[in-house]
T-cell receptor
Framework: RKEVEQDPGPFNVPEGATVAFNCTYS??????FFWYRQDCRKEPKLLMS???SGNEDGRFTAQLNRASQYISLLIRDSKLSDSATYLC????????????FGTGTRLQVTL | DTEVTQTPKHLVMGMTNKKSLKCEQH?????MYWYKQKAKKPPELMFV???????INESVPSRFSPECPNSSLLNLHLHALQPEDSALYLC??????????????FGEGSRLTVL
């Protein structure tokens, strides 16, 4: 089983739609959780951290469920510019510098 | 624009060549990373340097040799590579313990083709 798993998609949604991605992780000792965004042929960039209490940044909401070992990302009112690959990232206890990336979920927002 | 600079952006090399990838950052970060990314796959960690010392080597073959000459520079020396080593090589930096904040700053990558 992969350490961090995501549905690769693609998710094809119209502009204005709400879309949700899930991510599961296998190491129950995982400490920190993040969503990164990667545009085609570009480098990954941090989108947001994920906290146990859930957190929101504009149209983006991230949630963590430690009991079920999954993380979610909700995007409301999708824009064309949201089209990208969304990478779930997890760090493990004792290896604070080791970020493990999920396989990524590709989102395509259309007119 | 990214504050982590990687050179060259593209590199084509034969299996007997020796080449190097270079990475530079001036953000005062003391942790630097090499990741390898194949098409449609996530980045895979190769090496981590913390305070200029190698702290993580993810069982990378010895044909890849990292070097951190100072706190701003990170090199990846390549020798006797195989065609399957063709990939995008991403350098990143962060504050030490960057894993806890999750903020890795990536360069644009060096796209390597091994013939």
């Amino acid at each position: 089983r992969k350490e961090v798993e995501q549905d690769p998609g693609p998710f094809n949604v119209p502009e204005g739609a709400t879309v949700a991605f899930n991510c599961t992780y296998s190491n129950s000792a995982s400490q920190s959780f993040f969503w990164y965004r990667q545009d085609c042929r570009k480098e990954p960039k941090l989108l947001m951290s994920v906290y146990s209490s859930g957190n929101e940044d504009g149209r983006f909401t991230a949630q963590l469920n430690r009991a079920s070992q999954y993380i979610s990302l909700l995007i409301r009112d999708s824009k064309l510019s949201d089209s990208a690959t969304y990478l779930c990232v997890v760090t493990s206890t004792g290896t604070a510098s080791k970020l493990t990336f999920g396989t990524g979920t590709r989102l395509q927002v259309t007119l | 624009d990214t504050e982590v600079t990687q050179t060259p952006k593209h590199l084509v090399m034969g299996m007997t060549n020796k080449k190097s990838l270079k990475c530079e950052q001036h953000m005062g970060h003391r942790a630097m990373y090499w990741y390898k990314q194949k098409a449609k796959k996530p980045p895979e960690l190769m090496f981590v340097y913390s305070y200029e010392k190698l702290s993580i080597n993810e069982s990378v073959p010895s044909r890849f040799s990292p070097e951190c000459p100072n706190s701003s520079l990170l090199n990846l020396h390549l020798h006797a590579l195989q065609p399957e080593d063709s990939a995008l090589y991403l350098c990143a930096s962060s504050h030490p313990g960057g894993g806890n904040t999750g903020e890795l700053f990536f360069g644009e990558g060096s796209r390597l083709t091994v013939l």
